[in-house]
């Protein structure tokens, strides 16, 4: 605990637009404490790792920007790049198309935080983590259509604390295309948090693609308000990183909306990879479509946490969720809980969950066609992970998705 | 095609087998020479399938004694995929569907590591892609089968055509197809024999197992062999397929020496 209280006095002094969040979220944090196993949702959650966690210095500026090597950088073509390497975000140099601009301040102070109420976020650890410690934050407006492909990158740096803050208000009628890439290296500890707000019928395409490396860490809370008749599609991919918690919670504000949530999480080593997913309608005829993958190798653990709340003003809600794992290893362990509270009477909700080990049958056919044994193994889990990434936004080409989702993954 | 003095391309000697603690092969003996159609006709249950994994190399049988030569080669030392590639293929009874995987890739891949042994060059997907258009005349089979994933969502028909696209494609030695002919319609199963036919070469072996005669009007075997209980209890030639059409295989309960097992071929 000690060490706690050090590593919160030593963020630096609250300043700037974001400085009464700053001290809010410092005493939330200070309030809540450590996450501990006592807590529902920490109850599978690598306590100790969170203490190594906060040995981490906060940094302001990386020094270590987006590697150039970096297959990632080069997914699409027609797209807008935004990399968040500083907290002071140049809004200057970044060149928004027609359709998109920046939030004045005003617009900011009105919308910030909004959806992270609706999303009943106000008292999570990692949401106040990233408020004490977030300097800047990324506001963006959209109000056109056929915009290029938004592409928000978040490299990072050794050994460093490194946190980001993004909204997005997605006007009525807009469409937005947002890819985000955050990126892990060696010690590094992500802390982000991203609201998106869609109006009336908007219509929002949402990739989230987190590729850790060595003994890096993520904590991500995504926060979406959802109008009615509005879409909303999140893909997610987490990999690589040895502590992960990814938070995505959704609120169809009027129901009448359509959610379409596809996960994937692979974790090896002695990987953590955690999903906790909220979705709750607050008002009727919404619907929802779940896929959730994890896939588990050596040492390492999947935990996936779905809930679905309809509460009774909710009727003719229809959500389905669906959670397929695979365990690679006898030694890898996978936890995935459905949790669905249902008020309203008249409604939908179906939900399942299958853990299965790579197929011998599958294998056994492949290797049959010449195709070596870890060959198969690989092709066959490709085809798993293809499900999901086939939902990325607008990547033609995942092959280097793919490529970094295999490494590691061969016997 | 029976020519004595043609090469025996597969031997099966005195082949037992088991999964877990069932026996399910009692002694198996099988020659095939160069240019022959073999018929492995038999019961539910006989153990058809389990020979022709065994022959593939399926890890969940253990083989407890016998022999299998290849071209004068133990195949029993064999991984699956090298026996592939040397030359043995297995249609699949019920070939196995494989999500996300694409139907073209799947092809190519395992055409090239044929060709590969074959000391010939990989093919690109151009170059792939006119190869397996030609082939596919052979089976005809839409097209749009290749942007599947692997027999996802096929009807059994098209699992089964797509089963011998890839025995065209990789054009074994050995082939043996495991109830290729169920589950297809008369026209399907025309097509599909004619297939066989033409990849038939004086070099090439086939096997057929199958339930029914019908098959057999459109591929002549050269020997008809009838197996109950994990071994060969009869061999004979078409005119043994169209007896067993007629009378079942009642008559082998009535056979006492079918305990003791019956070995001819
Ligand atoms: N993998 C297996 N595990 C357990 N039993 C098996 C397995 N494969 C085959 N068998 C058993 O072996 C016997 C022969 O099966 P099979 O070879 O499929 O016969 P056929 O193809 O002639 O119908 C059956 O009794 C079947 O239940
Ligand atoms: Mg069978």
């Known amino acids: 605990m000690d060490e706690y209280l050090q590593w919160l006095d030593s963020l630096p002094k609250a300043s700037g637009a974001l400085k009464a969040i700053q001290l809010r979220g410092r005493e939330s944090l200070k309030r809540l404490g450590l996450p501990n196993q006592a807590i529902e949702e920490w109850r599978l959650s690598d306590i100790a790792h969170l203490k190594k966690i906060i040995q981490y210095p906060y940094v302001k500026e990386l020094n270590q920007i987006f590697d150039e090597e970096n297959p990632i950088k080069s997914l699409v073509d027609n797209k807008i790049q935004i990399i968040i390497d500083s907290q002071d975000i140049h809004k200057e140099s970044i060149n928004l198309p027609k359709g998109i601009r920046h939030l004045n301040q005003s617009e900011l102070e009105q919308s910030l935080g909004h959806s992270i109420e609706k999303c009943s976020f106000m008292d999570n650890w990692t949401v106040a983590m990233n408020h004490a410690a977030t300097m800047e934050v990324l506001g963006l407006k959209v109000e056109g259509k056929n915009l290029p492909l938004i592409e928000i990158v978040i490299p990072s740096q050794r050994d460093s604390f490194i946190p980001t803050r993004v909204i997005i208000f997605v006007e009525e009628n807009a469409e937005l295309e947002l890819t985000q890439i955050i990126q892990g290296s060696q010690n590094s500890v992500h802390s982000h948090v991203i609201e998106v707000h869609l109006g009336q019928e908007a219509k929002v395409n949402h990739g989230l693609?987190?590729?850790?490396?060595?003994?890096?860490?993520?904590?991500?809370?995504?926060?979406?308000?959802?109008?009615?008749?509005?879409?909303?599609?999140?893909?997610?991919?987490?990999?690589?990183?040895?502590?992960?918690?990814?938070?995505?919670?959704?609120?169809?504000?009027?129901?009448?909306?359509?959610?379409?949530?596809?996960?994937?999480?692979?974790?090896?080593?002695?990987?953590?990879?955690?999903?906790?997913?909220?979705?709750?309608?607050?008002?009727?005829?919404?619907?929802?479509?779940?896929?959730?993958?994890?896939?588990?190798?050596?040492?390492?653990?999947?935990?996936?946490?779905?809930?679905?709340?309809?509460?009774?003003?909710?009727?003719?809600?229809?959500?389905?969720?669906?959670?397929?794992?695979?365990?690679?290893?006898?030694?890898?362990?996978?936890?995935?809980?459905?949790?669905?509270?249902?008020?309203?009477?008249?409604?939908?909700?179906?939900?399942?969950?299958?853990?299965?080990?790579?197929?011998?049958?599958?294998?056994?056919?492949?290797?049959?066609?010449?195709?070596?044994?870890?060959?198969?193994?690989?092709?066959?889990?490709?085809?798993?992970?293809?499900?999901?990434?086939?939902?990325?936004?607008?990547?033609?080409?995942?092959?280097?998705?793919?490529?970094?989702?295999?490494?590691?993954?061969?016997? | 095609m029976i020519r004595q003095d043609a090469k025996v391309i597969l031997d099966i000697v005195d082949l037992h087998a088991r999964v877990e603690d069932q026996t399910i092969l009692n002694g198996v003996n099988l020659k095939v020479r160069a240019g022959e159609i073999h018929a492995v006709m038999g019961r539910n249950g006989s153990g058809k399938s389990t020979l022709s994994k065994i022959i593939a190399g399926h890890p969940a049988y253990d083989v407890t004694s016998g022999t299998i030569y290849f071209q004068g080669e133990n195949l029993l030392a064999m991984e699956p995929e090298e026996r592939a590639r040397v030359g043995i293929f297995l249609g699949f009874q019920y070939p196995i569907e494989i999500p996300g995987v694409s139907n073209l890739e799947f092809l190519r891949v395992s055409t090239n590591a044929r060709r590969t042994q074959l000391g010939l060059e990989e093919l690109d997907t151009f170059e792939f892609e006119d190869l397996v258009n030609e082939r596919i005349k052979l089976v005809q089979m839409d097209p749009i089968f290749l942007n599947r994933s692997v027999n996802e969502g096929f009807s059994g028909g098209e699992k089964k055509r797509n089963e011998i696209l890839q025995m065209a494609l990789l054009e074994p030695i050995v082939a043996i197809l495991d109830e290729t002919d169920s589950g297809l319609d008369i026209d399907a199963l025309r097509i599909v024999s004619s297939g066989v036919n033409q990849l038939a070469k004086p070099n090439t072996a086939t096997i057929l197992i199958t339930h029914y005669q019908r098959l057999l009007n459109e591929i002549t075997p050269d020997y008809v062999h009838v197996m109950n209980a994990g071994r060969i209890i009869r061999t004979g030639g078409k005119k043994l397929a169209l007896e067993l059409e007629k009378s079942g295989y009642e008559w082998l309960d009535a056979e006492p020496g079918n305990q003791g097992g019956l070995n001819h071929g």
């Open chain 1, 209 to 411: 693609l987190a590729f850790g490396e060595m003994n890096s860490s993520l904590m991500a809370n995504i926060a979406i308000e959802q109008n009615a008749r509005s879409n909303y599609s999140l893909t997610t991919v987490q990999e690589g990183w040895l502590f992960s918690r990814l938070e995505p919670r959704v609120v169809q504000i009027e129901g009448q909306a359509h959610t379409n949530i596809k996960g994937l999480q692979i974790s090896k080593g002695k990987d953590q990879i955690a999903t906790h997913s909220l979705v709750r309608f607050d008002g009727p005829e919404g619907t929802l479509d779940q896929l959730q993958k994890a896939a588990a190798a050596d040492h390492s653990h999947c935990i996936f946490n779905g809930s679905i709340e309809v509460p009774r003003i909710a009727q003719k809600t229809n959500a389905n969720q669906l959670s397929r794992n695979l365990l690679l290893s006898s030694n890898a362990r996978i936890d995935t809980k459905p949790e669905l509270e249902i008020v309203a009477d008249d409604v939908r909700c179906a939900h399942g969950a299958t853990v299965s080990q790579l197929e011998e049958e599958q294998i056994f056919y492949l290797r049959s066609r010449g195709i070596e044994d870890d060959q198969a193994a690989a092709l066959i889990f490709k085809g798993y992970c293809q499900e999901i990434l086939n939902c990325l936004p607008q990547n033609k080409d995942k092959t280097q998705i793919m490529q970094k989702l295999l490494r590691g993954m061969r016997k």
